[in-house]
């Protein structure tokens, strides 16, 4: 069956970095779209960052527009999100996410908290 499980979670300062990790198995997954959700405490889940299947384009949230990358390495089934420059703000929980036939998957989450 699909699996996501992201990694590279944790506490960091306020203008440090962090790199996620989401490994898929399960199915192809050169195949597909890949995103990175966010979820802080008593809002929304919201869209960071999408990656198309082959790597060739990405988007971001507005908000993480020259902070963050997405990329992804298909041979090892994993795509990543490079955190840089990171606030307060940021703290949430993060999910990767890819829809096939329709159908959502979605990892457990990791954690990324950001005090000093």
């Known amino acids: 069956q699909v699996q996501l499980v992201e990694s590279g979670g944790g506490l960091v300062q306020p203008g440090g970095s962090l790199r996620l990790s989401c490994a898929g198995s399960?199915?192809?997954?050169?195949?597909?779209?890949m995103r990175w959700y966010r979820q802080a405490p008593g809002k929304e889940r919201e869209l960071v960052a999408f990656i198309t299947a082959t790597g060739g384009t990405t988007n971001y949230a507005d908000s993480m527009k020259g902070r963050f990358t997405i990329s992804r390495d298909n041979a090892q089934n994993t795509v990543y999100l490079q955190m840089n420059s990171l606030k307060p703000e940021d703290t949430a929980v993060y999910y990767c996410?890819?829809?096939?036939?329709?159908?959502?998957?979605w990892g457990q989450g990791t954690q990324v908290t950001v005090s000093s």
């Open positions: 399960g199915f192809t997954f050169s195949s597909y779209d």
């Open positions: 996410n890819t829809k096939i036939w329709l159908r959502e998957y």
